[in-house]
């Protein structure tokens, strides 16, 4: 059996996967989501990029600016603490490192179509007789054996096909929209990396090495339906679906004095306080709102008397009044306001470091915290195959 390498990182991972060993073939979002769980939780992740076209490697790379010509910024977000090797697994001699890579490793997950893989060499059978312990991870446009089981999926062709994209439509009344943000690869990725690290505990626990087929629509259909089957949760069901609250027009920031605030009152005691506070203490006399259910059911009503009572006050005065009655409310941030919030200053989530190759760059640490093995942003993105020469070199090619 093949010697995993022995890498040089930056500075010692101590994440509590460290020592779990991932062979990455994903690229763009969804897999490189995946595997950054991975990497920041200190295990040893290897990038393998194709080293093939004018614009090698991951796509992510060259989308948007930067510096080096290699980080775009979605690039810099998503590939932190992996090693990068450029492999062409169409030739023998690249093929061979990806082997003995695979010979010795824990996890091996892309996003290739199976069928192209397996032309390749690499589908779940060759790997498996290469490595039987293996977690094989397939993430997949659409599952094997349904319809579109061979169609490409992207965000944009999820949010559609999962009913997704008509929420907004059934919210405005107007033409379907896609969410602004890249939320089905985001989410697939992270059901990538906890069906991964259910495998690897399976694994522990004596059952072997398995195939993990991970598949977009179907994880963000789930994800999708979890508030929004509602009605048609029951056989038979009503035809209204979609969760009233979450799908209300209303459902908005509301305006203060000078900007715009969340106020969410949840239980009858806060609801109650909070048309107190806002010159309206009768509005529970009404029988729509006076339950839990009742106010399920007549949220946009009760959304519209928040609207009318939000103006009130500054959006400082506001969140000094609800915080004194312990009533759930934030200010309204844009999106330059949430790089100087106070909370998010005070935990130092965004760090500005420096890489050598990239200059000074902005990063996110990683949100959980892990009191007996912390976890640390350890090694820069890499340059296009940073640790090409270093990787064979270990493995003796």
């Known amino acids: 059996m093949a010697k995993w390498p022995k ?3 930056d500075t010692e991972p101590t994440g509590p996967l460290k020592g779990i060993k991932v062979i990455d073939m994903s690229t763009v979002v969804l897999g490189p989501y995946a595997t950054l769980q991975f990497a920041d939780l200190g295990a040893e992740v290897i990038k393998i990029e194709n080293s093939e076209g004018n614009t090698p490697g991951d796509l992510m790379r060259h989308g948007g600016d930067s510096p080096t010509k290699q980080h775009g910024p979605i690039f810099i977000a998503l590939n932190r603490n992996k090693k990068a090797i450029n492999l062409n697994i169409k030739k023998p001699e690249d093929k061979a490192v990806l082997e003995a890579l ?3 490793a824990d996890v091996f997950i892309h996003n290739v179509r199976m069928a192209g893989v397996e032309r390749l060499g690499f589908g779940y059978e060759a790997v498996k007789a290469i490595n039987p312990n293996i977690v094989y991870v397939h993430c997949a446009g659409f599952g094997a054996g349904g319809a579109y089981g061979e169609r490409q999926a992207y965000d944009d062709i999820i949010q559609a096909a999962s009913g997704f994209a008509a929420l907004s439509e059934q919210r405005d009344g107007k033409r379907p929209n896609y969410a602004p943000s890249l939320v089905a690869d985001k989410v697939s990725g992270l059901f990538a990396a906890n069906a991964t690290m259910a495998a690897l505990l399976a694994r522990a626990g004596g059952q072997g090495g398995q195939f993990v087929q991970v598949p977009m629509f179907e994880c963000f259909t789930w994800f999708n339906m979890v508030e929004n089957l509602w009605g048609e949760t029951f056989i038979p069901g009503n035809g209204r679906m979609g969760y009233t609250r979450s799908v209300n027009p209303r459902r908005r920031p509301y305006p203060t004095k000078d ?6 009152p949840y239980n009858d005691r806060q609801w109650a306080k909070f048309f107190e506070l806002g010159g309206r203490p009768n509005v529970f006399d009404d029988p729509r709102f006076a339950t839990y259910q009742d106010r399920t059911k007549h949220t946009g ?17 506001w969140l000094d009044l609800l915080a004194q009655h312990d009533i ?30 990239i200059g000074k760059y902005r990063s996110m640490k990683h949100p959980v915290h892990y009191a007996g093995t912390p976890v640390t942003n350890y090694a820069h993105p890499p340059m296009l195959d940073a640790d090409g020469d270093e990787i064979k070199a270990a493995l003796g090619m």
């Open 7 to 9: 890498l040089t990182w």
């Open 301 to 317: 009503a009760l959304y519209a008397l928040i609207e009318e009572v939000s103006g009130l006050y500054t959006t400082a005065e």
């Open 328 to 357: 759930p409310a934030m200010k309204y941030n844009r999106m330059a306001d949430v790089l100087a919030d106070p909370h998010l200053a005070d935990v130092g989530f965004f760090e500005e470091l420096e890489s050598p190759d």
């Open 102 to 104: 695979l010979e010795d």
């Open 259 to 264: 900007s715009f605030i969340a106020i969410v």
